[in-house]
């Protein structure tokens, strides 16, 4: 039997309906075999253009089938609609749920289905390996791997599936932000060893490039969220990236922190931010990265509030870290900071700042100072000490809208010790101090000096 016409078929979803120009095939019927078979099937449309055969047999309440397609320059969710979703319903609605868009410039399906087969994805064991084959080539793909990340965009991809697994190669996307922010990503792969596991494993490698904030973008993404060590808008930072990433998790919607692992590394470079190291502006940072299951460390030079400085941000696998800023301030990049002349203060000093990260309880920095080859005199008897006598400070740094606070602080500088909490006004000049103890020379105790 013959057939030849036109018509329609149901889209995807609320998909517009797929226009068939013409569907021709011929039709054989065997009552005695128990077979239907198809030849020279061929769809024909504005948006697919395909050809195949198929037969279904049906002999001792046993059903078996084999279907074959070949397809070139098709829309992929029009061919999605006409591919029949009996035929593979994992690997179906998998697709249906993750292929946004795209064009396929060529694909091949295969699908030899036994009723051993058949009987074992009614009792819900998932198809064998062996009964369907793609061959794929594609572009212009838009593509959801999971709600939880980025859609991805103009993606390029060539690769195959069988009835279990997926192995696509991915040479170029675009991963979509918002707010017109973008990775472009390329090198991907993206591969299931079992998409009918409970919990099926997805395993996606790729390199991107692109702009510090479009990273803090992604990392804002529910899936991703958790692995971010700062908790920062993505217009925060400027700078771009260059990283080379392995990422696996299960495609499943309710992804925990413990299901993602990720692998990180490469170079963040010109790394600029006005708040991040709050009134002390970073610039042309350049900073090694590398990050491997929740183990975080990025290091490298930048400039801050004008001054070289080495910089170190460190995170363990319980998202517990801190970033470390180490400066050495002369007499110029302490007038700046607003310790002038007038102070008493004359550099240079060593000062490290320590700022918790991520899970780590929020707390203001903590600044650890050499004063040894600095001298200090503030005309108040005892408050001094010559350049090259050791001496050190420790303060949590804690600002407010009246100004600075040196809390938790101690000085030592034999035989100064003071041990107390001083208050700066906004333009850094001295307000207020209170002492819990106050050493300025040999057998003083004082406590409580206000």
């Known amino acids: 039997m013959a057939l030849d016409g036109s018509g329609q078929?149901?889209?995807?979803?609320?998909?517009?309906?797929?226009?068939?120009?013409?569907?021709?095939?011929?039709?054989e019927v065997d009552p005695g075999a128990g077979e239907v078979r198809m030849g020279q099937l061929s769809f024909r449309g504005p948006l697919i253009n395909a050809e195949g055969s198929g037969m279904a047999r049906r002999r001792d309440d046993k059903n078996s089938h084999q279907f074959q397609i070949r397809a070139v320059d098709t829309d992929m969710r029009a061919a999605l609609a006409v591919w029949p979703a009996v035929t593979s319903p994992g690997l179906h609605?998998?697709?249906?749920?993750?292929?946004?868009?795209?064009?396929?410039?060529?694909?091949?399906?295969?699908?030899?289905?036994?009723?051993?087969?058949?009987?074992?994805?009614a009792d819900g064991k998932g198809m064998d390996d062996d009964a369907v084959a793609v061959s794929l080539k594609a572009s212009q793909v838009s593509f959801l791997p999971n709600p939880g990340l980025p859609l991805l965009t103009d993606a390029r991809v060539v690769g195959s599936t069988t009835g279990r697994t997926v192995d696509l190669t991915i040479s170029q996307a675009t991963a979509e932000l918002g707010e017109g922010r973008k990775l472009q990503l390329g090198e991907g792969t993206f591969a299931?060893?079992?998409?009918?596991?409970?919990?099926?494993?997805?395993?996606?490698?790729?390199?991107?490039?692109?702009?510090?904030?479009?990273?803090?973008?992604?990392?804002?993404?529910?899936?991703?969220?958790?692995f971010s060590p700062l908790k920062i808008e993505p217009g925060a930072l400027r700078g771009a990236i260059d990283l080379t990433n392995q990422l696996s998790l299960p495609l499943v919607n309710d992804l925990t922190f413990n299901d993602v692992v990720i692998r990180s590394s490469g170079m963040l470079s010109n790394i600029a931010s006005d708040?991040?190291?709050?009134?002390?502006?970073?610039?042309?940072?350049?900073?090694?990265?590398?990050?491997?299951?929740?183990?975080?460390a990025i290091k490298g030079e930048g400039r801050v509030?004008?001054?070289?400085?080495?910089?170190?941000?460190?995170?363990?696998?319980?998202?517990?870290?801190?970033?470390?800023?180490?400066?050495?301030?002369?007499?110029?990049?302490?007038?700046?900071?607003?310790?002038?002349?007038?102070?008493?203060?004359a550099g240079p000093m060593q000062v490290k700042v320590v700022k918790p990260?991520?899970?780590?309880?929020?707390?203001?920095?903590?600044?650890?100072?050499?004063?040894?080859?600095?001298?200090?005199?503030?005309?108040?008897?005892?408050?001094?000490?010559?350049a090259g006598r050791a001496g050190k400070a420790a303060f949590t740094y804690v600002v407010d809208d009246d100004g600075p606070d040196l809390e938790d602080l101690t000085i030592e500088s034999a035989?100064?010790?003071?041990?107390?909490?001083?208050s700066l006004?906004?333009?850094?000049?001295?307000?207020?101090?209170?002492?819990?103890?106050?050493?300025?020379?040999?057998?003083?105790?004082?406590?409580?000096?206000?």
Do not use: C, H
């Open 415 to 422: 035989p100064l010790l003071a041990k107390g909490r001083i």
């Open 93 to 121: 609605a998998a697709l249906v749920e993750m292929v946004k868009s795209g064009r396929v410039e060529e694909i091949d399906v295969k699908l030899a289905m036994s009723p051993e087969a058949n009987a074992r994805l």
């Open 357 to 386: 990260l991520g899970r780590t309880p929020e707390a203001a920095p903590r600044v650890e100072v050499d004063l040894t080859k600095a001298a200090i005199d503030t005309g108040v008897p005892g408050v001094s000490k010559p």
């Open 275 to 296: 708040n991040l190291l709050g009134g002390e502006k970073l610039e042309g940072a350049n900073l090694a990265l590398t990050y491997d299951r929740g183990q975080l």
């Open 192 to 226: 299931m060893s079992d998409t009918w596991a409970s919990r099926p494993q997805a395993r996606m490698g790729f390199k991107s490039t692109g702009s510090a904030d479009a990273l803090v973008a992604l990392l804002n993404f529910p899936s991703l969220r958790e």
């Open 305 to 345: 509030g004008g001054d070289k400085a080495p910089i170190e941000l460190r995170q363990n696998a319980k998202g517990q870290g801190e970033a470390t800023v180490s400066l050495n301030l002369d007499n110029a990049a302490l007038k700046r900071r607003g310790f002038g002349p007038e102070t008493g203060i």
């Open 425 to 450: 006004t906004r333009q850094n000049t001295f307000e207020s101090a209170s002492f819990s103890q106050l050493r300025l020379s040999p057998g003083d105790n004082l406590t409580k000096v206000e």
């Open 9 to 27: 078929v149901a889209g995807i979803g609320k998909d517009p309906a797929v226009v068939l120009s013409s569907l021709r095939t011929q039709l």
